[in-house]
T-cell receptor, first 112, second 110 residues
Framework: DAEITQSPRHKITETGRQVTLACHQTWNHNNMFWYRQDLGHGLRLIHYSYGVQDTNKGEVSDGYSVSRSNTEDLPLTLESAASSQTSVYFC???????????FGEGSRLTVL | QKEVEQDPGPLSVPEGAIVSLNCTYSNSAFQYFMWYRQYSRKGPELLMYTYSSGNKEDGRFTAQVDKSSKYISLFIRDSQPSDSATYLCAMMDYGQNFVFGPGTRLSVLP
């Protein structure tokens, strides 16, 4: 079965450190997204990509970057982690121009 | 005003009850309307998907969209403890811009 794998599932880091969250999908979907989920805010879009070498900023992109070198992977990098980036991060994909997003299991990040 | 409003709950109901979950929105450009279910410590999964106005039924679940009122609903009949989860409404325009509601936490008590 096709799936989306996020790693690590849990990470604790310190303020100022660089952190990379991995997302690997076997759906062969062109569209990939990174969201963060916080209490009271729901899911907020960080970055998204519609294909290889394509990346775009979402609603809350400051302090985050992504790169898309192949169809399967969209790693999310926090260049200098801040406590405000403590959150649960979800990777998602979609294969067509519909509302069907497929989500990974999430990565819980704590920045101390 | 937020683009999508949703009562965060928590909502507690007894097993077998009919549950009504609702969202309002402000952007008339939204054309696709969805409900996602999210179990604790899991990613959201698509539950219902509707294009434009109207009703859609799938088993115990019914989704309604009223574009004139900018209001969408999800009804769960004969609710079960396994329905306990957070329900997120989501909307998308033709430009593939998704917006999610904050989610309503539902508990169905046995």
């Amino acid at each position: 079965d096709a799936e989306i794998t996020q790693s690590p599932r849990h990470k604790i880091t310190e303020t100022g450190r660089q952190v990379t969250l991995a997302c690997h999908q076997t759906w062969n979907h062109n569209n990939m997204f990174w969201y963060r989920q916080d209490l009271g805010h729901g899911l907020r879009l960080i970055h998204y990509s519609y294909g290889v070498q394509d990346t775009n900023k979402g609603e809350v992109s400051d302090g985050y970057s992504v790169s898309r070198s192949n169809t399967e992977d969209l790693p999310l990098t926090l260049e200098s982690a801040a406590s405000s980036q403590t959150s649960v991060y979800f990777c998602a994909t979609s294969g067509a121009n519909t509302g069907e997003l497929f989500f990974g299991e999430g990565s819980r990040l704590t920045v101390l | 005003q937020k683009e999508v409003e949703q009562d965060p709950g928590p909502l507690s109901v007894p097993e077998g009850a009919i549950v009504s979950l609702n969202c309002t929105y402000s952007n008339s450009a939204f054309q696709y309307f969805m409900w996602y279910r999210q179990y604790s410590r899991k990613g959201p999964e698509l539950l219902m998907y509707t294009y434009s106005s109207g009703n859609k039924e799938d088993g115990r679940f019914t989704a309604q969209v009223d574009k004139s009122s900018k209001y969408i609903s999800l009804f769960i009949r004969d609710s079960q403890p396994s329905d306990s989860a957070t329900y997120l409404c989501a909307m998308m325009d033709y430009g593939q811009n998704f917006v999610f509601g904050p989610g309503t936490r539902l508990s169905v008590l046995p």
